[in-house]
């Protein structure tokens, strides 16, 4: 049994170094996509509930590995954020968000994620600000999407940095609402536009009765702070006729569109400028 267990350390080892290896490769083929434009933003719709109409696009990002293929962002940006590489990431994320956009034939708007670590950046206002003026983006046209995770590592910077964003006259939306903590205060006391329902909650509202109860409350809370609420990860008709039903004012989901390339929708954002 001894010499089971021996061996067993051994291969547990080897697993592990296996790990820390692949880990340490990603972590340079990530700094060299950073460097050499081996990553992509990939737009989701986001359409009018009650109109199905077109409102704006969610940028998500995506690595195309020389190697492994298109990797998803669940994992380099966790990667990111370890290592440090998530600032110069969240850069050019907000870069190429911000001039496609402004490209775009239609003032449509786009939504960009920063991970909490980019959000505790106190120099965020001005970085995004400059963004904005050297792509010539209205600051009405961007939205910023962050996690109640963002605000609760320091609750005053955060308070300060979404108080210039807003005078920026950016948008703030709350993202996956209902799987964090605080939420009603938090809520209450930052300068929110919009909430996005997590999808955990709209994938269940036909079948789990517990999550239309939830959905109906946080559109409920939308309505009492006068804040609109988008629903993400909508699938089914019968999913969006109940949040349509529910007054809910914006959807998102694999029902209206999956994340493509920008290419992918010309005919909502036109031709490139000047054709
Ligand atoms: P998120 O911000 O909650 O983004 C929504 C995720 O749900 C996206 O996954 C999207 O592809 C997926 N989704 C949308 N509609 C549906 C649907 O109808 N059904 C299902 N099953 N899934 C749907 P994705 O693109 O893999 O992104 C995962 C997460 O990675 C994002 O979650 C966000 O937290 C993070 N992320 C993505 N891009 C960026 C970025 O540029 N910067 C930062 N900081 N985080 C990012
Ligand atoms: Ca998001
Ligand atoms: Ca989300
Ligand atoms: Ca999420």
Redesign the pocket.
């Known amino acids: 049994a001894k010499a089971e267990g021996r061996n067993c350390y051994r291969i547990f080892d080897a697993a592990m170094d296996e790990a820390v290896t692949r880990r340490r490769e990603l972590e340079r083929d990530l700094k060299t996509a950073l460097a050499d434009g081996g990553l992509e933003l990939f737009y989701?719709p986001q359409v009018r509930a009650n109109s199905c109409e077109l409102v704006g696009f969610?940028?998500?990002?995506r690595w195309r590995h020389p190697t492994r293929g298109l990797i998803?962002?669940?994992e380099f940006?966790p990667l990111a954020e370890e290592t440090g590489l998530i600032s110069v990431l969240?850069k050019w994320?907000l870069r190429t968000a911000c001039s496609e956009a402004a490209r775009w034939s239609r003032p449509l708007k786009v939504a960009?994620?920063?991970?909490p670590r980019?959000f505790q950046q106190s120099d965020l206002p001005d970085l995004i600000l400059g963004i904005l003026s050297e792509t010539g983006l209205s600051p009405a046209r961007l939205e910023i999407?962050i996690t109640e995770t963002a605000i609760f590592a320091d609750r005053g910077r955060a308070l300060s940095i979404l108080r210039r964003l807003k005078a920026l006259g950016i948008n703030i939306a709350m993202?996956?609402f209902g799987t964090g903590y605080a939420s009603l205060a938090t809520l209450q006391a930052f300068p929110f536009d919009k909430i996005k329902i997590d999808?955990s909650f709209v994938g269940q509202v036909e079948i789990c009765p517990q999550a239309a109860v939830i959905v109906r409350t946080v559109l409920g809370l939308g309505r009492s702070l006068g804040l609109s609420v988008v629903a993400?990860?909508?699938?089914t008709a019968g999913q969006m006729r109940f949040l349509i039903a529910e007054e809910c004012q914006e959807l998102?989901?694999?029902?209206f569109g999956k994340?493509q390339p920008i290419a992918s929708f010309t005919e909502a954002t036109g031709g490139r400028e000047g054709s």
């Open positions: 989701q969610e940028a998500l990002a998803p962002p669940s940006i969240g994320v960009v994620n920063l991970s980019e999407e993202d996956d999808r993400e990860g909508v699938e998102q989901g694999y029902l994340p």
